[in-house]
């Protein structure tokens, strides 16, 4: 069963628009949400993370907003711009981190 | 500081081949992973280790195995290579702090991988 389900798929968002990603995930024991970016050929890295005990954190353009008892949470790119194109991926961890589950990804193309 | 190094980058493998793609952090991480990525299908999780001379299954064992003999090193082991093994690996690493709070996951480069 896909336990971090992620939409949309892919996403076109104009220069300055916002960017909305969303994700839902099953697991309660999950303690951990952080949200990843790749750009082709690279490996994944870190652009924002949060802890189930706030609902939000903001990090320059970027916003997580969490909803525990939606059992829901999305990644906001405020202004976005074409260098934020990229595949964006949520996942969620267990609180032995022996496990990171991560959405299918979401492609996201800013146009210029 | 170099991270999370995975060679080699690109393999072309023959079905029924074997080959160990390596992995190797330099961060003193004591938790290691190793994921597959497919088109669309975001990251699955193949293995991973909580330290030395520990490792355990993780969503899609089947055809690989793995060791972990020192902190640093973390290889994965492909025996009798399928087709369907065709796929991007990565290698991640993390850090388990006090009160079981872990860091965030390093990952390398990738290792594009095709079995033909």
């Known amino acids: 069963q896909q336990q971090v389900k992620q939409s949309p798929q892919s996403l076109i968002v104009q220069k300055g628009g916002i960017s909305i990603i969303n994700c839902a995930y099953e697991?309660?024991?999950?303690?951990?949400f952080p949200w990843y970016q790749q750009f082709p050929g690279k490996g994944p890295a870190l652009l924002i993370a949060?802890?189930?005990?706030?609902s939000e954190k903001k990090e320059g353009r970027f916003t997580i907003s969490f909803n525990k008892s939606a059992k829901q949470f999305s990644l906001h790119i405020m202004d976005s711009q074409p260098g934020d194109s990229a595949t964006y991926f949520c996942a969620a961890r267990n609180q032995a981190g022996t496990a990171l589950i991560f959405g299918k990804g979401t492609t996201l193309s800013v146009s210029s | 500081n170099a991270g999370v190094t995975q060679t080699p980058k690109f393999h072309i493998l023959k079905i029924g081949q074997s080959m160990t793609l390596q992995c190797t952090q330099d961060m003193n991480h004591n938790y290691m992973y190793w994921y597959r990525q497919d088109p669309g299908m975001g990251l699955k999780l193949i293995y991973y280790?909580?330290?030395?001379?520990?490792?355990d299954k993780g969503e899609v064992p089947n055809g690989y195995n793995v060791s972990r003999s020192t902190t640093e090193d973390f290889p994965l082991r492909l025996e009798l290579a399928a087709p369907s093994q065709t796929s991007v690996y990565f290698c991640?690493?993390?850090?388990?702090?006090?009160?079981?709070?872990?860091?965030?996951?390093?990952f390398g480069q990738g290792t594009r991988l095709t079995v033909v």
């Open positions: 991640a690493s993390s850090y388990l702090k006090n009160r079981g709070r872990n860091t965030e996951a390093f």
């Open positions: 280790s909580v330290g030395a001379g520990i490792t």
């Open positions: 949060i802890r189930p005990d706030v």
């Open positions: 697991n309660t024991a999950f303690d951990y």
